[in-house]
Structures are given as structure tokens and as C-alpha cells.
């Protein structure tokens, strides 16, 4: 184990005072914790009150392996942006402290990566990924009427938000419009007759929306999935594919996400189950690495200190692969729950990694080529 020679701090909203203090993140953070220890990087975990800001010195909380312990640290070398909706008890001291963080030039990353809307735009004028992007417009009764009208059916979101929430699926039927929406307080289903009906119910107020055509999905035990490529920045401040998982949805759900219920599979297993060859596999795989990568470099062009990224990705019947959105919060817990141990491994060590670089102390891109994590 190195001995720690970077400090890492993790900016929280809030921290509760059970067994899981830092919500469904809580077992994530402990194991980047560990994973830190072992490239010599100390994680810790604060909330903007914390911080002295004059004294330099932030009050944080890590793992020892058994229990959370709250020590003092000095300013790190780089913070992880993991502010969650969940944890935020006072937001003007987290606007406040990403300010102060870059006054003081302490790189801040995975903060936020615009609008789902403005990094269409942007993946549109990529030539690696405009094919790739499904036709995508913004939610008006006239856009919905003339999206459903061409393609038949369609998927309604969110601009920003994530984990599924807010998603519906809507299919034009003889006397009207079935719809299904994964929404912010629970799920709902029916048949409306009118457009306005569908937009007014699949709407979420005060949000900006998006239309966009559904992607006829490589069937898999009668459940729509899709694929999560996880990309990071590590020691040498490449762009390099973690690895790639598939998110099977649950029975009757038209979203794919763990969080709306879904599981993760090797996408290898369903891949050659669907009736694939090890050539499609191998092309769709290599397909799949090259769009990630490319909307990796597309948003570190909007987006200052991106570490890391989810890109989700769909396969339709004729094995082609469409890019659906990106990520800055990457569902890593797929990769742990497809059993995919060494990607899992790599996926949680992956931020202290990236620290390292921003703090100097990490790799040249050519040592890092022959370079093994352990």
C-alpha cells in the first residue's frame, strides 16, 4: 500500500447519522476510500459548513474499515463532485464552495455537464457519433405530434435529472396514445386520445423536455436493456473505456436503469444469447468503445474537469449502436452487480486515479500504457 502523498476531497451536501450516511452513495465511498489507500492518494468526505476557509483546513469524515472516523485535513489536492439531491441541506454554501474551490484553483470535477439538450448539439457536429445519435427535438405539442407521426413511438425527458426519473414511453394505438412514465414520486400507465393529453401528463413542470424516437432494442427475455460504458481520466489524464455493462429493465418497465428496478448482465451474455456472432459481438463491442470515447473528448470540450463519464447506449435488431445520452453520475454499481470484478475495481479507484493527475503526481500518458493498477 503507497503511502498517501495526494489528498482527494469528496464534496457532499449532507451527512446523516445512521448506517448509511451518505445515502445510496455511502458504499461507494468507503470503497473509494480503500482503493485510494493503494495508489496513495487519502480520500476523505465533507459538506461545504466543514470547510475554515482561512485556516486552509477542512473537518472530513473517512473509513477506517469498520467504522467512519472525522479528522482534520488540509485543502486537497483536487475534490470530487458528488452533491446529490438527496444530501443537499443548504445549497447556497455548495454554490458557494465550488466558487471558492476554483478561486483558489483547487480543480473541482464532475460538477456538471450541461443539459441533455445542449450535448445533443454537440454530438450532432462530431463525425464519429452523428450517426449514432437517435432523431431528438424539444418537447412542444407540434414536435410530439410530428415525432409520433413519423416514428410511432417516441421517449419523453428530462433536458437534465437522471436515474430514470421523469422518462416516458408513449406509442400511438388505434384510438389513441398508451403511455408509461417513470416519474419523480412513482410510475404511472394508461391510454389518452389527444396529444395534449400525452404532453400534459408526460411533462414535468418547470423543466425543459425532450422528444426523442424509441430505438427498436435487441430483444432480451422480452425486456428492453441497454449498455452503460463507463469512460475515466486516470493517472495520465487520458481518456481510457473502463469497461462496458448491460442494464436489463424489469419486467413491464420501459426504462433500463437500476434504480428504476433493472439488474446488470455481462453484455457479452446477452449479445451471443440474442444469436450474435463472435464477430457482431467483437464489432458491436468495439463500436460501443468508439462512441463512448468520442463523447468523452465532445463534453471535456463543453465541461471543465470531467473525470469521468457514463454513456448509455442502445442496440437496436440490426445490431447498430445508438448513443442515448452521458452521464457525469456513472452508475458504477452495475459493474459490481454484473459480477464484473476487475471493471468494478477500476471503476471505484478511478476518481483518486484522476486526483493523482490533477495534482502533478500522476503518470506520462506512455508509462501509463504499460502501467497495472493494483
Known sequence: MAKP??????????RNANRRPYHEQTTFFRRLIN?????????????PYQVHWKRRKIRGWTWTGSRWVQKVYPFPHAVYDRVSPRMISDW??????????????????????????KLHKAFAKNPVLADALPHTRILTTATLAAMIRQYGE??????????????????????G?????????????????????????????????????????????NRVFDVRALVQRREDGQWALTGMVARLGAKHRKVSNIHAGG??????????????????????KERIRAIALAAAETVAQTARHVG???????????????????????????????????????????????ARFLAGKGLSPASARGHTMT
Open 5 to 14: 502523498d495526494v489528498f482527494l476531497g469528496v464534496l457532499v451536501g449532507r
Open 35 to 47: 482503493e485510494g489507500k493503494d495508489i496513495g492518494v487519502s480520500v476523505f468526505i465533507f459538506a
Open 92 to 117: 447556497r454554501g455548495i454554490v458557494a464552495a465550488r466558487r471558492l474551490f476554483a478561486k483558489k484553483r483547487i480543480p473541482l470535477f464532475n460538477t456538471r455537464i450541461g443539459s441533455k439538450w
Open 154 to 175: 417516441v421517449y419523453i425527458k428530462p433536458a437534465s435529472g437522471g436515474q430514470g426519473k421523469g422518462v416516458s414511453w408513449v406509442k400511438k394505438v388505434k384510438g
Open 177 to 221: 396514445y398508451i403511455y408509461r412514465k417513470n416519474g419523480l414520486r412513482g410510475r404511472r400507465s394508461g391510454k389518452v386520445q389527444s396529444i395534449a393529453a400525452v404532453r400534459s401528463i408526460c411533462r414535468v413542470p418547470g423543466r425543459v423536455m425532450l422528444v426523442q424516437q424509441a430505438i427498436h432494442i435487441l430483444p432480451y427475455q
Open 263 to 284: 439488474r446488470a448482465v455481462p453484455l457479452d451474455a446477452i449479445l451471443v444469447e440474442s444469436g450474435a456472432s463472435p464477430d457482431q459481438v467483437e464489432a458491436v
Open 308 to 354: 469521468e463519464l457514463g454513456i448509455d447506449v442502445a442496440i437496436d435488431t440490426d445490431y447498430r449502436c445508438w448513443l442515448i445520452e452521458a452521464n457525469s453520475r456513472t452508475g458504477r454499481i452495475s459493474f459490481h452487480r454484473a459480477g464484473l470484478v476487475e471493471e468494478a475495481k477500476l471503476a471505484d479507484q478511478g476518481p483518486a486515479a484522476y
